[in-house]
Nanobody
């Protein structure tokens, strides 16, 4: 069974930065993509950023230029560097991965942007 273990959420002031990390653990044969989604209260879960095997990245328009996704393939780990955070970035952030031809989700980590 593959699990995604997230870390790095917390409380940050507007304009601040946070880095989220997510590691896939278990018996892993292939990882085709890893990424981050977020869900704010009363809203649908939405894509934040994703990185494909080979390095191609995909960002939501609102995050371009502020967030950077990267991965350490040898350790099946993905990172999300978030800069210039805004109150509207407040949400639960979920790690997502295409592992062993299946979609896996992490349990989520809370990010709160507030003064």
């Amino acid at each position: 069974q593959v699990q995604l273990v997230e870390s790095g959420g917390g409380l940050v002031q507007p304009g601040g930065s946070l880095t989220l990390s997510c590691a896939a653990a278990g018996t892993i044969f292939s990882v085709n993509a890893m990424g981050w989604y977020r869900q704010a209260p009363g809203k649908q879960r939405e894509l934040v950023a994703a990185i494909m095997r080979g390095g191609r990245t995909n960002y939501a328009d609102s995050e371009k230029g502020r967030f950077t996704i990267s991965s350490l393939n040898a350790k099946n780990t993905v990172y999300l560097q978030m800069n210039s955070l805004k109150p509207e970035d407040t949400a639960v952030y979920y790690c997502n991965a295409q592992v062993n031809m299946e979609t896996r989700w992490g349990r989520g980590t809370q990010v709160t942007v507030s003064s």
